[in-house]
């Protein structure tokens, strides 16, 4: 296999900025209340992983767990293991999404694991985020902003879609009972944050730092 150059997107002494950093959420956390039926909290910067590979080759599957600790997820779903999280998008891409900081290590170690297969792994860390939603009322939300089917027996925990949410598109995964993220392309970040604002004034938002 042809030498890759693997180099740091986001150097240690580089200051990097979430695609919502203008909103200034730190400062609204302060001002949220405890009885708001959402609760958002952008989980910003951290490192997201574009993987490819042949699902069905054992040495592949096997070499990605060598590598992260995870098994390759079945379609619409996602596994997790503490912040480190491995998405399935297509028969044969994945996403990787891991503490921020840690996505150039983990690119390394999943290149010397798969060495000689056939994959690749592109960095994708500034394109995207993820807001974390969470509270009594998500899911009302979440039926307000896609036609989607959110319902317990359609979209149980563990499961990952992307999906057409306010005339957008992005990824609903349900990581909690009551908590979901939206995977969120950095160009549609503004509008979202718009949205999520104006539909979850009949429920009370809150911003969690």
Known sequence: MTAINVYKQRPDAAKAESPLFHAGLDELARKGKSSAGVTLREKKL???????????????????????????????TLVASGETSLQWLAPDEW?????????????????????????????????????ELSGPKVRELLMKSSSYDVHPSNFPVGKAVGTVFAKSQLVIRHTAEDTWELLVRRSFADYIWLWLQDASAEYGLAIKA
């Open 46 to 76: 951290l490192g997201h992983l574009i993987l490819r590979g042949e699902a069905s080759d054992s040495n592949f599957a096997g070499a990605v767990h060598k590598a992260i600790g995870l098994e390759l997820p079945v379609a619409l």
């Open 95 to 131: 996403l990787l999404i891991v503490p921020s900081g840690e996505e150039f290590a983990t690119e390394q170690k999943l290149r010397a694991a798969l060495e000689g297969q056939h994959f690749s792994i592109v960095n994708v860390s500034g394109g995207q985020t993820i807001v």
